[in-house]
């Protein structure tokens, strides 16, 4: 790790310039004490590396110095894939990795395009997870990752909806999926392929049986007709409702994305005050309770009868509480 960390010290200093070391320190997650010692190692080992004093100073190297020990390894050739998902890069083991590709990509750079390439990673940046949640905590992801690079299989204990809840299976992955700040595994079972969300592995271990991959398998192909399927199965039912104009502008932030182009398609006005009238797809009578509440005197559901029914029974109830107290 001492010598990985000097060329990464090395590379800093060719692809940046002067740099105080404070800043090599934060940029390696290392003591201050640690980057004198790297500094002062460099030099020992010929490297002509020389100290600016006073305020504004810092070290840097020889002008026109430049190494050529700009060689990737193989973790680092793959995190190169997340070099725009340092979060991702994290959650999956490889921040390390990332942060060393990125330098030795830096220092291959003629000095414009290095500039070039910092402008651009100062004006972007990805925040992966929604809104109004924590993210979530996935202990198993850097073992799937190695299994999926590796092509082993895994035993998992995994908490599914249905029952019975807890299951024992063995794994063998195909790739990793990162959808809306949640990781899905998409791995092969006794039943065919299938995808389970790597926050609801209970228990994982990896095995020594080795295994290829279908010929032709496409993973965001796969994922695709995933989502496809998945939108399908979802909603299975329709209701009729009626909005306010503050419950239509409302909508966006508290329903999916498939109820408010619903919304957009079946509106009708009804009446002079701006309500309308639109069928909406639903999963079933207490999940679109649920989901409707949110926007509470805003929406009034017309059909289906139960539906109606559960809405009115649940406002009952809340209100006696309030009642009560």
Not at 4 to 26: H, K, N, T, Y
Not at 208 to 221: H, I, S, V, W
Not at 294 to 314: F, I, N, Y
């Amino acid at each position: 790790m001492s010598a990985s960390r000097l060329l990464s010290v090395l590379l800093l200093l060719q692809s940046r310039g002067r740099l105080s070391a404070q800043v090599i320190a934060d940029e390696l997650g290392v003591s201050v004490r640690t980057a004198y010692r790297d500094l002062a190692r460099l030099q020992a080992a010929g490297v002509p590396v020389y100290a600016d004093p006073g305020r504004g100073g810092g070290y840097q190297l020889l002008d026109g110095y430049r190494t050529r020990l700009t060689g990737m390894s193989e973790g680092e050739a793959r995190a190169l894939f997340f070099a725009g998902l340092p979060e991702a890069a994290a959650d999956l083991g490889l921040a390390a990795e990332v942060t060393a590709a990125r330098l030795k990509l830096l220092a291959a750079l003629p000095a414009q395009l290095r500039e070039e390439a910092a402008r651009t990673a100062a004006v972007f940046h990805l925040d992966a997870p929604g809104w109004y949640r924590e993210p979530e905590q996935a202990p198993y992801l850097p073992l799937f990752a190695d299994a999926v690079l590796t092509r082993r299989a895994v035993d998992v204990r995994y908490r599914r909806w249905r029952a019975p809840q807890e299951v024992h299976r063995r794994l063998r992955p195909y790739g990793l999926v990162l959808k809306s700040g949640i990781w899905y595994l998409v791995a092969a079972a006794e039943k065919g392929i299938a995808t389970y969300r790597v926050a609801q592995v209970l228990d994982a271990v990896l095995g020594d049986e080795r295994f290829d991959q279908p010929q032709g398998f496409d993973l965001g192909a796969y994922w695709a007709s995933y989502l496809d399927d998945f939108q399908a199965r979802r909603y299975t039912g329709k209701a009729t409702i009626r909005l306010s104009p503050r419950g239509r502008r409302r909508l966006p932030d508290n329903l999916p994305p498939e109820v408010v182009r619903a919304v957009d398609s079946t509106a009708t006005a009804v009446g002079d005050d701006g309500w309308v009238e639109a069928v909406i797809p639903t999963e079933g009578t207490e999940h679109a309770c649920g989901e409707l509440l949110r926007l509470g005197v805003d929406v009034e559901v017309v059909a289906p009868a139960e539906l109606r029914q559960a809405m009115a029974a649940t406002v009952e109830v809340l209100a006696r509480a309030y009642e009560r107290h």
